[in-house]
Every structure is written in C-alpha cells, then in structure tokens.
C-alpha cells in the first residue's frame, strides 16, 4: 500500500506502508516538532537574562550611522541606495526610520 504524508515542513512524501519499510513510530517521529532544541534555546535565554548577561543581537548601525541615514533619508535620497551603501536591507532602512 502506497501512503502519502507531508513532513514537518509540509513538503509531501510517499512511503510504502503496506510492504512494511516503515513501521508506525518511525511514522510518529516523523510527525513530531523539533521542540527540543527551540526549548532549550528559550531556556537557555531565560537564564542569562535572569543573570543580565544576555545583551541580545547588536545594532546593525552605530548611533551615528543611524542619524546619517535618517538625515539622508530626509533630504531625499533614494532608501534601496542608501540600504546598499550602508550594508543593510531596505526594512533595516525602515526599522531605522520608525524607531
């Protein structure tokens, strides 16, 4: 008998059940999230906060660069330009300007 299934990333597959290639709990594994190494992450996480050790991701720009941008924004030059010449995404572009 021929089944198919979607993996974890929704991607489909078809496995021989029937013929016996594949028993059922290596089918439920297949099924399972991959929880494990996100919760430990997360906990990981919790405790240096806890510790005020954890400073999160760094700035893409500095203070100054960041008013650069801003600035140059404001005189009108183009933010695809100014992304590329800053070395960041245009929503980096963005986030700059709304924050």
Request: glycine share 12%.
């Amino acid at each position: 008998m021929f089944a198919a299934h979607q993996n974890r990333c929704g991607k489909s597959f078809g496995l021989m059940v029937g013929m016996g290639w594949l028993d059922g709990g290596f089918l439920a594994h297949l099924c399972q999230p991959h929880a494990d190494g996100a919760v430990a992450q997360r906990e990981g996480i919790a405790l240096a906060k806890k510790a005020e050790v954890y400073r999160g991701r760094k700035p893409s720009l500095t203070v100054q660069q960041a008013d650069d941008l801003r600035m140059r924004v404001g005189a009108g030059e183009k933010k695809a330009v100014l992304a590329r010449q800053f070395g960041i995404s245009r929503e980096t572009v963005y986030q700059y300007l709304h924050a």
